[in-house]
């Protein structure tokens, strides 16, 4: 799966996310808290909708079964090579005809004022330097009455929460842990490459934005691992970390993880 995907652009370096799109992103969510949003949010009135920042189409393809069965999508993606795997996932998922993919900057939506019923993303503004400029944009290309919709984390918490199962070390080392998380969250943002928790940001930028009728929900999503790893999700989670480790990876490169850790106010040694 990973082989498949892990190719590298014109410049030589892999393109955005590469690390992320294997086959455990197919279980982030669970179905009945999807379908739950689908009615709360009335999504199977939207005909036209948006997925900035679709990367291989994961996110809108989801949600097809709470999407009007006549409904079509567009998915925008600043990399060239996500648009071809995410319209060829989109085939393969019988969507082809509906579900078509573009090259376009989240900053700088390639459509014009009031096309879409509905527009959305996930982990999309995590990347933005200026996840306002984006969320302006979205809010252009949306019809007077549409919706948007953004599911974005904060992955601090996460890690806070993963912590919680090394309780055999030292609680200094615990928190040296999150204490570098934080330095390397910090300094990827000061690089500009966006903040990686903004999830509990995002109301607040659309109540600034002017909107009025916001509603916020965690996702109800556990990750079990346990033994013996037998299901399906638990073995893409397995294959996963197994992978990461014998690459010594860590969600980062080392090189990308050294510039945020310095940017952050890390120091080298
Ligand atoms: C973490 S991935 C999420 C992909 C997809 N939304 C999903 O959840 O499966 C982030 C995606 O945003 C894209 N991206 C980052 N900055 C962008 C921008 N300014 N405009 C368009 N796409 C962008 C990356 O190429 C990558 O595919």
Request: glycine share 10%; proline share 4%.
């Amino acid at each position: 799966m990973f082989g498949e995907i892990m190719n590298t652009n014109e410049s030589g370096k892999k393109p955005h996310s590469a690390e992320y799109f294997g086959e455990e992103r197919d279980y982030w969510w669970n179905q009945d808290f999807l379908e739950l949003m689908g009615s709360r949010l009335c999504l199977k009135e939207a005909k036209s909708i948006l997925d900035v920042g679709c990367g291989i189409g994961h996110w809108g393809q989801v949600l097809t079964p709470y999407f009007a069965k006549d409904a079509q999508l567009v998915g925008i993606d600043r990399e060239q090579e996500w648009i071809e795997k995410a319209s060829e996932r989109a085939s393969r998922l019988g969507l082809g005809e509906r579900y078509r993919y573009q090259l376009g900057d989240a900053t700088k939506i390639p459509f014009e004022a009031d096309t879409f019923d509905l527009v959305t993303c996930q982990t999309l503004l995590i990347h933005l330097k200026d996840p306002v400029v984006g969320l302006k944009e979205m809010l252009r290309v949306l019809k007077p009455g549409g919706r948007v919709l953004f599911a974005e984390p904060n992955n601090f918490a996460r890690l806070t929460v993963a912590s919680n199962l090394s309780k055999e070390l030292p609680v200094d080392q615990v928190v040296e842990r999150l204490k570098f998380d934080l330095i390397v969250q910090r300094g990827k943002e000061a690089l500009g490459l966006g903040f990686n928790s903004i999830g509990d940001f995002v109301p607040g930028y659309l109540n600034e934005l002017g909107l009025r009728d916001i509603a916020v929900y965690l996702s109800d999503k556990a990750v079990p691992l346990f033994p013996p790893y037998v299901s399906k999700e638990q073995q893409a989670s397995v294959n996963l970390l197994k992978d990461w480790v014998a690459r010594g990876f860590v969600g980062w490169d080392r090189d990308e993880l050294f510039s945020y850790f310095t940017a952050g106010g890390g120091r080298r040694e």
